[in-house]
Nanobody, 120 residues
Framework: QVQLVESGGGLVQAGGALRLSCAAS????????VGWYRQAPGKQRELVAS???????NYADSVKGRFTISRDNAKNTVYLQMNSLKPEDTAVYYC??????????????WGLGTQVTVSS
C-alpha cells in the first residue's frame, strides 16, 4: 500500500555532510509524524530525529546542532541534512512514518534503509 524509499547515503569523510531523503508513495492521504532512525552494527536501532506534520522537530542529543530534519508535504518527502559528520554516525539510516491511508486507516511503515559510512 505504501512504500518508503530512503536515498542519499554513502561514504563521506569526517566533517563532511550528506542529505538523506525519504520519499513515500502509494495509497497516501497524508503523512503524519516521521522519524529518522539509525542502527549501527551490534547496536540497537535509535531515533535520530523526528518531525510532525506541522514541522515540529526533535533530535537526539548526539546530533543536535549537526542534523536538521525537514519535510515537503506536497512531495511526501522528508529530509535529513547531516553536517559535521563523525565516524560514530556510521549506521544504516531508516525512515519511519505514520501514514493516513486513502482507505481511512492509519498505519506505520519502515523503509529499507540507506547506509551512511563516515571515515576518520
Amino acid at each position: 500500500q505504501v512504500q518508503l524509499v530512503e536515498s542519499g547515503g554513502g561514504l563521506v569523510q569526517a566533517g563532511g555532510a550528506l542529505r538523506l531523503s525519504c520519499a513515500a508513495s502509494g495509497s497516501i492521504l497524508s503523512i503524519n509524524d516521521v522519524g529518522w532512525y539509525r542502527q549501527a552494527p551490534g547496536k540497537q536501532r535509535e531515533l535520530v530525529a523526528s518531525i510532525s506534520r506541522g514541522r515540529s522537530a526533535n533530535y537526539a542529543d548526539s546530533v543536535k546542532g549537526r542534523f536538521t530534519i525537514s519535510r515537503d508535504n506536497a512531495k511526501n518527502t522528508v529530509y535529513l541534512q547531516m553536517n559535521s559528520l563523525k565516524p560514530e554516525d556510521t549506521a544504516v539510516y531508516y525512515c519511519n512514518a505514520d501514514v493516513w491511508l486513502i482507505f481511512g486507516d492509519t498505519k506505520n511503515y519502515w523503509g529499507l534503509g540507506t547506509q551512511v559510512t563516515v571515515s576518520s
